[in-house]
């Protein structure tokens, strides 16, 4: 791996520092846990940590900011209910580490246009807001780079959509080290299971998101009748014809879910039902809602909870920032120093 062989060609390069963010644009959910916050969860017991609430990242394309601080407490209340806990990784706000600006600036000199351009996130986000293909958004990889390397970091725990994020800011770290000198580690993304994790929407298509489709994602605010009731409205069809046949994507979806929440003999039971062409749909989605039920309604009241104590909400939020910083500027210091410019 890059970091390993960075580390023994330069002993000052970190090789085990963790770094992740999570937008407030909405309220967490399914894919987000199982992309992304249930790493959190565990690597802050392996490794050093940081993780971020990217509210400068949901300014590309949320430029209203009026919900901004609300969501952004949300955000921040629903990562610690399910499990994130800011005594142990540094847990904080992007816009609070001003350092950032400044290495999304130098690092936009060594992106180019057309790569930008290429980019799947940026070009689905342009066909979808047409009215609003800001710079901010072509760049967003650049600013992303920015937050991972800021802390020098090494394993990126993401879910499957940021895969190509993560290599474009693999080639801009290469760019960096080979015009300045090596300062920065090359940044994987990371996932304990190795493959990195897509959580479909229940409709069968695309992807659970905070901000589309409202009734094919599940979020940890959602009540309990909300959940049976998208669980139940899931695309199915009358069952398999043929023993042992291949599953459509919707079921196949469905049967992705039940092993993100129910027990396995549960799963084996539908398995062995769908094989020998038995299964009853409506009886799954039924189990699946309530195993779903289990294991939010903990998180959902937790984060109630802790919603309703903004003193500590906004205690994490400032010693986050201050550790946060720290971090960054012992980057900065290097980068101005390998860039020549430490003018004083
Ligand atoms: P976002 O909500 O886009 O800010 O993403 C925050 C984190 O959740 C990132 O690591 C994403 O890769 C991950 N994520 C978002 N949606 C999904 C999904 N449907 N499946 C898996 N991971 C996801």
New binding site residues.
Partial sequence: MASENQKKANPNIPANIVM????P?GMV????Y????RNYVKMQDDFECFFMI?DL?SLTTHPDTSLLKSNVRRVLAENIACGLNPDKATFYCQSHVYETGELYLYLNMLAYKGELEKTVTFKDKARQHPENINAGLLTYPVLQTADIIMHRATHV??????EQHLEMARNFVVRFNHRYGEIFPEPHAFNYNQN??????LDGSG????SENNMSTLYFADDDDTIRKKVMKAKTDSGPTEMNSTKPDYIENIFLLMKLVSAEDVIQHYESAFNNCTIRYGDMKKQLAEDMIQFVAPIRQKATDLLENDAYLLEVMGKGAQKARESAKKTMKLVREAMGLNYF
């Fill in positions: 992740s963010g999570i937008r644009t959910h399914l894919g987000n199982f992309g992304a916050i990217a990242h725990p993401v879910g499957k959509d940021q990195l994790i897509k959580v479909p929407g992807k659970m998101s905070k």
